[in-house]
Each structure stands twice: as C-alpha cells, then as structure tokens.
C-alpha cells in the first residue's frame, strides 16, 4: 500500500522519481518550519506593531521566513500534485525542439517574461539603501560624509570620505561585505556617476542594484532552460513565470550578495 501511494506521488521513472522526492524533502522542510514555529513567526510583526514596539530586523527574519515557507510549501504542493502536467520523459533531448517556430515561441514567451520581470522589479530599484545595503555602501562602495552637518550660512557641505577599492576588495570588518557582489556594484555606480557627470556624494540607487537586477534576470533564464531540459518547453516557461513574480524573488533585488 505504501508503495502505491509513493508510486502515485513520485512517479515511475528513475529520473522523476529524483526530482519529485527532491520536491518532497523541500515541501517537508517547509512544513516543519511553519508547523514549528506557528504563529508566533507569522505574526512577528504584526504584534510588534500592535503593541506599539519597535520593529528588528529579527522580527523581520522571522516573519519573512515563516510567510516565505508557507508560500513554497503551498506551491511545492501544487507541483507535486500536477507534475502528470508538466513532467515529459522521452528519448529525445527537450532541447530538440520538432520546428524553428516552436524554438521561436519558446524564446520569445521567455523573452516577454524577462522583460515583465524588469517591470516588477523596476519601481524598487529606486528606493533608498537601508539596512546592510546602507551599511555596505558607507563602509566599503562609495563612503559617507564626515563632520557636521550643513552650515545654514556659507551652504557648505561636511567632507566627503571616499572609500578605496582596496578596502572594497579586502575590507570586511563585519563579515557583511559580499566582494564579489561589491566590485560589480561599486563598477556600475563608478560608470554613472562618469557617464552622467554627478558630483561626489550624489547617489543614485539603480546602479548599486544593477547586478542583481542582472544576476535576477539570469536565473529565471537558467531555471527556465533547465526544466526544459529535464522535462518540456512548457516546464520552462511556468518555472521562469514564477520566479519573475514571486514577491519573494523580487525582494532578494535588495538582499545584495545573495542574489549573486
């Protein structure tokens, strides 16, 4: 009896049986995240804010990681449950497609996706540094000033502490500089402010956030040739839909380093 209803939940097939018990284990993990830690996680911020308390960043850990496990698990499900709808096994590659027009349409419905993926993710590219981001920028992209603040009679501005590309390739005195990550931003941020003609101390956001729009971008493309691969064209194109509109994916365009 057990093996009938793993057959019917894994498949046949060596090869799906791997993949639909590699979903499983992640949908296992994500309800014992969410069975463990209940609503006391759910609701992290919520009370805080009820309460009339402050807001920390583990509130927010918490939070997002509870909401987040709930999200995929809920999707994880829907996968395994409909995987008779987008698994295909065959002897052929799925890379060999039977006619140039469906080698056309598959990139073009992956090309309409990306481009709405730069549409969702565009509004945030804009939005102020916070958090790590803040802290990464003073201490190892562009720097901060130092001193006083305007003086309301002369218009003066304090000095402006640059940081050099030493200390963006091997500074890290908080463990929090991702220089991989680092440098690539540090380039593209360099690049405008040349390109524009911007005066030291004027930051623009998008720059700094360009990798990861970028990184962002190639996963969903990667995803999307890759569950082609393994299974059909169609695969691809619901795989690389979703992480274009996940909220959760789209919130990683300021998580820096992780995006990379």
Known sequence: MLARYMSLILGDGKEQRGLML???VLLVSCMVLVLSTGEDWARAISDRVEAGKSIKLVHYMHAGWWWSAAVDGALLAVLLLSRKLWYFESEKSALQVTSGVDRWRWYAWILLI???AVFVR???MDLSLYNDEADVFERYIGGSFKGAARDLKT??????????WSTTFWGNH????????????RS??????WWAGRAIGEIHEWPL?????????????MVAV????LSRSEAGIFAAGLLAMHPCICAFLRRRGATV
């Open 209 to 221: 956030r360009l990798p990861a729009l970028v990184g962002g971008l190639l996963s969903i493309f």
């Open 122 to 124: 565009g509004p945030r």
């Open 114 to 116: 990306l481009i709405a």
């Open 22 to 24: 590699f979903l499983l």
């Open 155 to 164: 218009e003066t501005l304090p000095d402006y502490h640059q940081v050099t």
């Open 174 to 185: 908080q463990g929090n500089n991702h220089v991989f990550y680092s440098v690539l931003s």
């Open 188 to 193: 593209c941020f360099a690049l405008d402010q």
């Open 226 to 229: 890759l569950l082609k691969r």
